[in-house]
């Protein structure tokens, strides 16, 4: 992990020795596994350049499965499925384990002083020069995401392209490979605040990782992203849009019990309050071209809404409730779990909502894109429910709901932090503001 250059005359040479093979064709000096790099790194900063292998993730608009030969498995920006078992999830019963070696490494970095600023400048990318190159090196270096070091360490090459790559993936940013000023401020977090969002969340995942084996779900709130889990592999992971921080998704501790194809949707009177009245008011038309109905109460008869005076109707005045369809807001698939909050996972008509960075769209519930891959799995097993009788009834827009035979567990979660069995970390933005100590120990406990 990480060491200032400052702090190189303190690890032993035969340290160092011990730590690295030199590949005498190159000159490269190789690394042999996350736990000597830190050893090494205080002794190579000086000369630190790495180039690592190709690791991107490939996807498909048709969803066929990939693999991914990448041992950091960063999250990819799209969804995926995955056909050889060796991407691990974002919680599993190995999370512990994985965190406290994860803190034990930033612990040491801290000690060591933490890592260098990089100073504001010009964008970095393929074929930049200079000392801040030099320094971007020392910093990837620290963190695993460089894993060779080479004499030249003052040109951004293609190997440095994939290690910065490698990081924005790991932080949840566009994978450019470009040092842009998002990129740049993100690298220069320090260590001893990477560290304690580590620890403020271990005692999140020592609570929501208890019990998790075989088939369950996890969806993590900050990465926007659901992950369907199958004997401590990833099957798949969708991209997801959560909560505006004002309407946020709650954590919970759930279990998945039944899918509604094509459903209503019912309004909520938060949504009515803060949305749909102060529509109406500017645009009475509104609720026919978003084929909505008026209702006095649920199951109550249906209302004309040219006879309404909308300036004067309060959020609990009327149920609106909008017809399956096209445009309907959940989509072809509401997929519900019991829980005090009334929230569930769905489809979206807004599927471009899912190639936006920051995916904080909805008013608490979560959308899932490629959600028929996961209802698909969800159904596995359930006589006569494969992909082709899916797509027939999402197509054919008809109204059913479906009660799965084994209710599969679903977590979600509040992470800003994450490792792995594999060695890689992850971080995320505290969208929610939620890592102050005191909230953490409330979000370890999931509602139901």
């Given at each position: 992990m990480l060491i200032e250059s400052s702090t190189t005359s303190?690890?032993?040479?035969?340290?160092?020795?011990d730590c690295v093979d030199v590949d005498v064709r190159s000159g490269n000096v190789m690394?042999?596994?996350?736990?000597?790099?830190?050893?090494?790194?205080?002794?190579v900063l000086a000369i630190s350049s790495v180039g690592v292998g190709t690791a991107s993730?490939?996807?498909?608009?048709?969803?066929?499965?990939?693999?991914?030969?990448?041992?950091?498995?960063?999250?990819?920006?799209e969804s995926f499925v995955s056909t050889d078992r060796s991407v691990r999830p974002m919680l599993s019963t190995e999370s512990m384990i994985a965190m406290q070696s994860a803190i034990a490494k930033y612990e040491y970095v801290v000690s060591r002083g933490g890592w260098r600023t990089i100073p504001p400048g010009r964008n970095m990318s393929v074929g930049s020069r200079g000392d801040r190159v030099v320094m971007l090196r020392d910093r990837l270096a620290i963190t695993g995401d460089l894993q060779q070091v080479s004499a030249e360490s003052g040109r951004f090459d293609a190997s440095l392209d994939e290690a910065v790559r490698r990081f924005q993936l790991r932080m949840g940013i566009p994978a450019t490979g470009v040092v842009d000023p998002k990129t740049l401020e993100t690298l220069n977090v320090p260590a001893r605040d990477r560290l304690r969002t580590l620890q403020v969340n271990l005692p999140r995942i020592a609570e929501l990782s208890k019990g998790l084996q075989g088939r369950f779900v996890v969806v993590n709130i900050p990465a926007a992203e659901i992950e369907?889990?199958?004997?401590?592999?990833?099957y798949s992971r969708h991209v997801g849009i959560v909560g505006k921080p004002d309407r946020q998704t709650p954590v919970i501790s759930s279990k998945i019990?039944?899918?509604?194809?094509?459903?209503?949707?019912?309004?909520?009177a938060s949504i009515v309050r803060k949305d749909?009245?102060?529509?109406?008011?500017?645009?009475?038309?509104?609720?026919q071209r978003m084929n909505m109905r008026v209702h006095t109460e649920f199951g109550g008869p249906e209302v004309d809404p040219s006879n309404i005076d909308w300036n004067v109707v309060e959020e609990d005045t009327y149920l609106f409730r909008q017809d399956p369809g096209r445009i309907n807001s959940m989509g072809t698939v509401k997929i519900n779990f019991p829980n005090k909050h009334a929230v569930y996972l769905h489809d979206t008509p807004t599927k471009s909502l899912f190639s936006e960075a920051a995916r904080l769209f909805s008013s608490g519930c979560v959308r899932v894109d490629k959600v028929h891959v996961l209802t698909e799995w969800l159904l596995r097993g359930q006589e006569q429910w494969d992909r082709g009788a899916i797509d027939q009834v999402a197509s054919?827009?008809?109204?059913?709901?479906v009660v799965l035979e084994k209710p599969v567990p679903l977590r979600i979660v509040y992470l800003t932090a994450w490792a792995k069995a594999d060695g890689g970390v992850s971080f995320r933005e505290d969208i929610y503001d939620r890592d102050d100590v005191s909230v953490a120990a409330v979000d370890g406990v999931a509602t139901q």
């Open positions: 303190d690890v032993a040479p035969d340290a160092v020795k690394l042999r596994g996350w736990q000597r790099k830190a050893v090494f790194a205080a002794a993730a490939e996807t498909r608009d048709d969803y066929e499965p990939v693999e991914f030969e990448d041992p950091y498995d960063p999250a990819p920006r369907a889990v199958e004997d401590g592999f990833v019990s039944e899918l509604n194809f094509n459903p209503f949707w019912t309004v909520p749909l009245l102060p529509k109406l008011r500017e645009d009475p038309g509104y609720l054919a827009g008809e109204r059913l709901d």
